[in-house]
């Protein structure tokens, strides 16, 4: 017993001892001017321990023991820097801050610099891009046109501000193609709240993942992913900008920050307003002025019923980088909109004047992030989005009008009205559809050691929606259906690092759940009671996929991936939408691909002042049950202009590669040039064929160069340019081995060049923009041959607040 005692005594000291043998350092990395440096390598030599800066250029190393130590502190193209502090018992939470300048020193050999965020994502064995925003943040660009500049990725727009926008990702697009804001599909958010509607400034960076997505995201796509990762909210900050354009366009911008340095209580907040006339030239063989006597001459009109509004924002509070949270954030996400419709799927000899959308949102969200939770390597991610969306489609006008913009007039020289009182042929309608949505991304994952790590992932996602219109009678409405889709995606990962680091393997599998509930109040067979009618579906499916990287060299690196990806139907593909004159096809199944990528990197090499990088992919995918719209969907043009979509009777094979060149020198001169080249084939009437409507070679290049104090001392001057190649392509199956009249179902080649330059005064609070887009004023068409907005100019003043 006495023993015991004296055995407890010794460890109770031994353990108080080493309780305050160990101390705290912290400290922060900045530039010259003052801009936080992320990602910096912090090390402590000879303890063979690190960490990266933070997004505020902040770090943190904790249980360091007593005694002497050396802080080194690196960064790609900075000099290297170095402190040297004491831990002992009178100082045991140290600070030391860095400043480190820029390395324009002339190297004599190739050297390999460690890895930033962007390449250690790049190199994890799927094809995927980081795109980063902080450049764009300041010019006149939106998130759209940031991804159209990326390999292997086509915006698919049908107009200007505020249209349809489908992404295309090796070319597969539309609901092929996941989108996701913070890991919430951004589908839950309505078409109020789009990328477009997101500055870039609030991004932290863009991930882009071609055909194989990784289980974290739990993502139902076929095609690929594009996760928008917002700013995380502990830097206190302020950012407002505004910018005025061609075609009335005017965008505004104010999102910030703030958190309290005690507690960590955090305050965010966005708000955002876009609106434009979209009141840009149009030609082509359907735009044409109409006589009395049915003369149709072909004109270049200017849209005149195509303006757009949208305003919103976000507000957060909660807590960051405290005890039990790296982020505890809850708030709501508000947004409205206003949109003019002009034609319908395709571009007809008669326009609309009168037909318009509104929606509008009002959303509540969770966030809640905490790294080593109960035990180390034990992370939980969750982030949920409650709440409602409604749109009205209005269309009550009956009056016709012509590409002119002025009303069509008969041969007895009276206006014309349409019998269906309306500008769409089914008739008026005021229609709303309501809908209540939810969805919650949830991740669990658990670091073993250095060498493995497992995940488990969960996506849910419901919408409730109900359709009524107020020109029907109340009857009618008594009528009305009910809507409702369900899915649930679970996901596991396994990370294996081994080899030194040079080789990593992450394997996932996933299951998904679908249920679809549609319930339409009908008489019975006698006329004498109102029962439901109801359909109902509850299928799952299984998926599972690899991605692995090897590390050849220190500066080659071997990429593969591969998926047997499933893409579940989406609401609209499901129960239709008037708004987008889409049809339901409640039964519509879902569609299946397995997706193979193979690729690799080089670099980044060092030489001089000159860097370089160069990396390809090649890609497979082989589609089954492709959703998407019938081949004779043109024929509606001249008809209702409804569509349906539905599950295409043949496989889709896509083939192709892709390159991209990155080259800086001195960091003031940078180029970069990617090119696609595929295939998108299928069978129609017994002949292989491409699939209409997707441009199938593209190529864009970027040049940037940075010039200092330009006009005043530490200003900073960046010139920007940038052009887009298409190839042409057929938005129309061709009708047999005969193509004689198919010309005009050709996209033509198309190229754009945009222009731009941004000033940085020296407070570095304050900058200016200008950009011109499509400078030489092409004709460019996008999707189902709709025509783009031709020369633009946009001025953009950014006002920035860092750290106050």
Do not use: C
């Not at 950012?239 to 005025?244: E, T």
């Amino acid at each position: 017993m006495k023993n015991l005692i004296t055995l407890l005594l010794l460890s109770t000291f031994y353990t108080g001892l080493s309780q305050v043998q160990t101390g705290t350092i912290t400290g922060s990395v900045k530039d010259p001017s003052g801009t936080p440096m992320s990602y910096a390598n912090i090390l402590i030599e000879g303890l063979n321990r690190g960490v990266l800066t933070n997004e505020e250029g902040n770090f943190n190393l904790s249980n360091v023991p007593f005694g002497k130590h050396t802080i080194v502190v690196s960064f790609i193209g900075y000099h290297t820097r170095s402190k040297t502090i004491v831990i002992n018992k009178e100082y045991t939470d140290i600070q030391v801050n860095f400043t480190i300048q820029e390395n324009v020193e002339n190297l004599d050999e190739v050297t390999v610099n460690g890895k930033t965020e962007k390449t250690a994502l790049e190199t994890k064995g799927f094809s995927v891009n980081s795109i980063e925003t902080k450049e764009a943040g300041l010019r006149s660009i939106q998130t759209n046109e940031l991804l159209n500049t990326t390999v292997g990725v086509k915006i698919r727009q049908n107009g200007g501000l505020g249209s349809n926008v489908e992404y295309s990702l090796n070319g597969l697009s539309g609901r092929s193609v996941s989108i996701f804001i913070d890991g919430i599909p951004i589908s839950i958010y309505g078409s109020s709240f789009s990328l477009n509607s997101i500055p870039p400034s609030m991004i932290k960076n863009i991930e882009v993942y071609k055909g194989v997505v990784p289980g974290h995201l739990s993502s139902d796509a076929v095609g690929g992913a594009i996760n928008i990762v917002l700013h995380e909210g502990g830097k206190n900050n302020l950012n407002a900008s505004v910018s005025y354009g061609s075609f009335n366009t005017i965008q505004t911008n104010l999102n910030g920050a703030y958190r309290f340095s005690e507690s960590g209580f955090t305050v965010k907040a966005s708000a955002f307003h876009n609106y434009s006339d979209n009141d840009y030239k149009i030609s082509g063989r359907t735009i044409v002025d109409i006589a009395p006597n049915g003369v149709q001459t072909p004109i270049v009109a200017r849209r005149f019923h195509d303006a757009y509004r949208s305003t919103g924002g976000m507000a957060q509070i909660g807590y960051t980088n405290v005890d039990w949270a790296d982020q505890f954030l809850v708030g709501f996400t508000a947004s409205d909109e206003y949109k003019e419709v002009q034609h319908g799927t395709f571009v007809t000899i008669s326009p609309y004047n009168g037909r318009f959308l509104e929606s509008d949102a009002l959303l509540a969200n969770l966030t809640y992030q905490k790294k080593n939770l109960l035990a180390k390597g034990l992370d939980l991610n969750i982030n949920g989005v409650y709440g409602k969306r409604n749109r009205v489609i209005n269309d009550t006008v009956a009056q016709a009008y012509t590409w002119a913009g002025k009303r069509l007039v008969g041969f007895d020289g009276e206006y014309l009205d349409y019998i269906w009182n309306s500008q769409n042929e089914n008739g008026p309608t005021l229609a709303n559809i309501e809908r209540k949505v939810a969805s919650v991304r949830s991740g669990l994952s658990y670091t073993v050691n250095d060498h493995h790590k497992v995940l488990f992932n969960h996506v849910y996602s419901g919408v409730d929606r109900e359709d009524s219109d107020e020109m029907v009678s109340l009857l009618e409405n008594t009528f009305q259906q009910t809507s409702d889709l369900y899915k649930n995606i679970f996901s596991l990962s396994y990370e294996l690092n081994a080899f030194e680091d040079k080789f990593k393997l992450n394997a996932f599998g996933k299951h998904y759940w679908q249920k679809v509930l549609n319930t339409k109040p009908v008489f019975n067979e006698d006329n004498t009671a109102v029962i439901d009618e109801i359909y109902q579906s509850d299928n799952d499916y299984t998926g599972y996929g690899f991605a692995a990287s090897f590390i050849v060299i220190p500066t080659v690196t071997l990429l593969t991936s591969a998926e047997k990806a499933i893409r579940l139907p989406s609401e609209n593909e499901v129960f239709g939408d008037a708004g987008d004159n889409l049809l339901p096809n409640l039964s519509i199944k879902p569609e299946t691909s397995n997706n193979l990528n193979i690729g690799f990197r080089l670099g980044k090499f060092n030489f001089n002042k000159h860097a370089v990088t160069l990396s390809s992919n090649f890609f497979a995918r082989n589609i089954e049950n492709r959703i998407g719209l019938p081949a004779n969907a043109d024929g509606l043009r001249e008809s209702d202009e409804f569509i349906q979509y539905t599950n295409l009777e043949n496989t889709a094979e896509s083939k192709g590669i892709e390159a991209e060149f990155f080259y800086t020198y001195d960091n003031n001169l940078g180029f970069n040039f990617n090119v696609t080249r595929m295939s998108l084939t299928t069978v129609n009437s017994g002949v292989e064929t491409n699939v209409p409507n997707v441009p199938l070679f593209t190529m864009n290049a970027g040049l940037r160069y940075t010039l200092k104090d330009v006009f005043q001392t530490n200003s900073i001057l960046n010139l920007f340019y940038n052009t887009y190649y298409t190839d042409e392509f057929t938005f129309k199956f061709a009708a047999g081995t005969n193509t004689t009249g198919e010309e005009e179902f050709l996209i033509p080649e198309q190229v754009s060049h945009d222009f731009g330059l941004s000033y940085t005064f020296p407070k570095k609070n304050f900058v200016m923009s200008f950009d011109v887009k499509n400078i030489f004023d092409q004709a460019t068409y996008d999707n189902l041959s709709v025509q783009k907005p031709g020369r633009a100019f946009y001025l953009k003043l950014n006002y920035i607040i860092n750290n106050f």
